[in-house]
Structures are given as structure tokens and as C-alpha cells.
């Protein structure tokens, strides 16, 4: 368990955050990190946050599942084409295996991936799903918020007359 404890910790920023890299020399954008630019060969590479946005380029439904894995099937596996470019392969969560379609546009979401029953780790990461429609009753969804900055004003200081 400390092994798959660290190598967990060592990948959440990848498995929560969808953080890749982009290379600083031909600005080639690479999905999961690597030490070597595959496009140029460099070695600058900085961390980048892809936006979770995509489109299903193809997927698969697994019936048959791997050991480890038989309570969640039947579930979908996609290949999915990230807005900036990179492909990603993971499940696909939220939607019957039916209306899954190639083109179908789809949004990173942080979901349990599976769970350690012996040592109890759970380990959480993305899946990708149908967007949420926005609101439509003129309130800002979370996805906007996350993007802005906290936005504070001066108040003067009241005083109280005792």
C-alpha cells in the first residue's frame, strides 16, 4: 500500500485536475506529462490545465470487465479529443451506453475510479460526461465562478454611538 499511496499522491494533479504540459519551445500541448517534448524533443516543459472540454472520438462498451472492476460493468470507455487538441482515454459516466455517440461533446468530471477493499484507498479521478446545460434561471454556474476572481469592495467602517 505505501507504494500505490505514493504513486497516487505523485498523480493527483493529472487525475484531478486534467494538468498535462505545454512545451515552451514549439508549444506543443502533451496529455499525461512527459519528461521530453514528443513533437520537438525539448525538455521545457511546463505544467498546463487542459479545460475538460472534448468531444468522443471513439468508444467502446466493456461488458467483460478486468478483475477488480466486474461491479461496474457494462460501462463505457472513450477516446476522447480534448478541445486543445490531445487525446485522453477514460470512462465515460452519466450516460446510457445507447446515446453514446462519435462527436458527442463531453466534460471532465472527478469521480472514484476504484477503491483498495484490503487497505481502503479510494482513489478518485476523471471521467468525462454530457455537459451540464447552464442555468437558465439567471444564476452564474459553478463553472464560470471557478474562472473569476473574487471580487471585493471597500466598505467604510461604521461607528456606533454608545
Not at 500541448?29 to 479545460?51: D, E, G, I
Not at 468522443?56 to 462498451?61: D, G, K, R
Not at 461488458?63 to 479529443?81: C, D, I, L, S
Not at 466534460?107 to 468525462?128: A, I, Q, S, W
Amino acid at each position: 500500500m505505501p507504494m500505490e499511496l505514493a504513486r497516487n499522491w505523485r498523480l493527483r494533479r493529472q487525475r484531478l485536475s486534467l494538468e498535462g504540459a505545454q512545451c515552451a519551445a514549439c508549444g506543443h500541448l502533451v496529455f499525461p506529462t512527459r519528461p521530453v517534448c514528443p513533437k520537438c524533443r525539448s525538455r521545457q516543459l511546463q505544467p498546463y490545465r487542459f479545460s475538460g472540454r472534448g468531444e468522443v472520438y471513439s468508444f467502446s462498451t466493456v461488458y467483460e470487465p478486468p478483475a477488480g472492476f466486474e461491479g461496474y460493468a457494462p460501462y463505457t470507455v472513450a477516446q476522447v479529443r480534448l478541445a486543445e487538441g490531445p487525446l485522453v482515454t477514460a470512462q465515460l459516466t452519466d450516460v446510457d451506453a445507447d446515446s453514446v455517440y462519435i462527436g458527442m461533446k463531453v466534460e471532465m468530471v472527478t469521480r472514484k475510479l476504484f477503491e483498495d477493499g484490503e487497505n481502503g484507498l479510494l482513489v478518485y479521478g476523471y471521467k468525462f460526461r454530457p455537459p451540464v446545460m447552464a442555468p437558465t434561471n439567471g444564476h452564474v454556474s459553478a463553472d464560470v465562478l471557478a474562472h473569476t476572481e473574487p471580487q471585493h469592495e471597500a466598505q467604510a467602517p461604521v461607528l456606533v454611538a454608545n
